[in-house]
């Protein structure tokens, strides 16, 4: 039996129907495909160093250092070098831990005469390292202290008078017994290591400090 043309019009338009929505399906099917296996782009230099020293971006980090210069907190984790006190004085290290990858990240230098004391038995002199990326934000601090006197008797009283009211008010007063201390704050910890120099040209002791930040479980 034989089908007029005008009989075939609607299964014409039925199959031209079905074919375009299978198209659109395929079409869109490929699309989310390819969406779905497109790369995550690959971690900047910069994404590499924050990621090793545990600076996450994303937080605030809202706890001050303990350390302090004329009566407040140096400085807070993630803040800017322009906010620094006006006359704490610090230069550029061209020998600091992040050297080769100027201007990325900028190493510092502070020798500040407010970190260096005249004991009645000897001295202490304090040298201060941080580095900030391009945009100033400073992301870690580690200092040293040369003590060139003796911990015993009046002259380790005075030293630990100088280091718990002048720079780290946050120490215990047995820290002279203990030698060592951590600070804990959210997500960061603050270290101290009161040690014998190993230098045979200095006598006395050496105080290290550095701010260890948190880093990200699995990291």
């Not at 070098?81 to 600091?96: E, I, L, M």
């Not at 005469?113 to 945009?135: C, E, R, W």
């Not at 601090?141 to 720079?167: H, P, R, V």
Request: glycine share 6%; hydrophobic share 35%.
């Amino acid at each position: 039996m034989e089908i007029s043309p005008k009989a075939l019009q609607p299964i014409l338009m039925k199959k031209l129907l079905l074919a375009i929505c299978m198209l659109a399906v395929s079409c869109t099917g490929n699309h989310t495909s390819k969406h779905a296996s497109t790369p995550k782009a690959k971690p900047t230099l910069l994404d590499s160093i924050f990621l090793a020293e545990g600076f996450d971006t994303t937080i605030t980090y809202t706890d001050p250092v303990c350390l302090q210069y004329k009566g407040k907190p140096l400085l807070t984790i993630g803040g800017n070098v322009k906010q620094f006190d006006t006359t704490f004085s610090y230069r550029y290290d061209p020998n600091g831990k992040y050297d080769r990858y100027f201007p990325i990240i900028k190493d510092y230098l502070s020798l500040d005469d407010y970190y260096d004391v005249t004991l009645s038995t000897g001295s202490i002199l304090g040298a201060l390292y941080f580095s900030a990326d391009k945009q100033g934000r400073i992301f870690r601090l580690d200092c040293q202290w040369i003590i060139d006197a003796e911990l015993a008797d009046t002259s380790g009283m005075e030293i630990m008078n100088f280091l718990t009211t002048k720079y780290f008010p946050c120490l215990p007063p047995d820290f002279k017994g203990r030698k060592t201390f951590e600070l804990t704050h959210k997500n960061y910890i603050e270290k101290f290591w009161l040690r014998p120099s190993e230098n045979s040209s200095i006598s006395g002791w050496m105080l290290d400090y550095s701010v260890v930040l948190a880093k990200k479980e699995g990291l």
